[in-house]
């Protein structure tokens, strides 16, 4: 499946009216008239990335912004309202490995109607592993024969005169 590196930023949004306030007042006939407003407070500045997986990038797009929510609770138990939500997704491109281009071409035979697809697929992959682990070796091998080679032209041009 796609994934794609998510940027989201956004603003929370809080009202606080304060409540039960009272004075400890050292004085004789306090009366006390206080009233306080309620203030909407917007703090800016949230921002979070992460790798969502995804069939494509709208989705992509709509899974980031679900992430967020539309609440937050905050360590002194303030409930915070989210807004200003803002989301870009980028595709991340992998490369392409045999590993991948298996799965891939496993899942889209799976797919089929007719089994020997499938079938196929697997045979063609297993004879692909099979020919690279023996080009692995030849190359191991290749490599092994050519530092004895530097090796030995090494040692005759010590021992012989000039």
């Known amino acids: ?10 603003d929370l949004v809080t009202t606080i009216e304060p409540e039960g306030i009272r004075f400890d007042i050292d004085a004789e ?3 006390d008239s206080s009233y306080f407003q309620a203030e909407e407070i917007t ?25 967020i929510g ?7 138990s303030l409930t915070w309202g989210v807004e200003n939500v803002s989301v870009s997704v980028e595709a991340i491109e992998e490369p392409m490995t045999m590993e991948r281009a298996e799965a891939i071409l496993i899942g889209l035979a799976e797919g089929q109607s007719d089994p020997a697809v499938k079938e196929a697929v697997e045979f063609v992959f297993d004879r692909l ?28 041009t010590e ?4």
């Open 1 to 10: 499946m796609p994934r794609f590196n998510a940027e989201i930023s956004f």
């Open 29 to 31: 006939e306090v009366e």
């Open 43 to 67: 703090s800016s500045g949230g921002s979070i990335t992460c790798v969502i997986e995804a069939d494509d990038e709208s989705t992509a797009e709509r899974m980031a912004e679900e992430l």
């Open 70 to 76: 539309s609440e937050v609770e905050d360590y002194n």
């Open 129 to 156: 592993t099979a020919m690279d682990a023996r080009l692995s070796e030849a190359t191991q091998r290749i490599d092994g024969l050519v530092e004895r080679v530097r090796l030995a032209e090494t040692t005759t």
């Open 159 to 162: 021992t012989v005169p000039a």
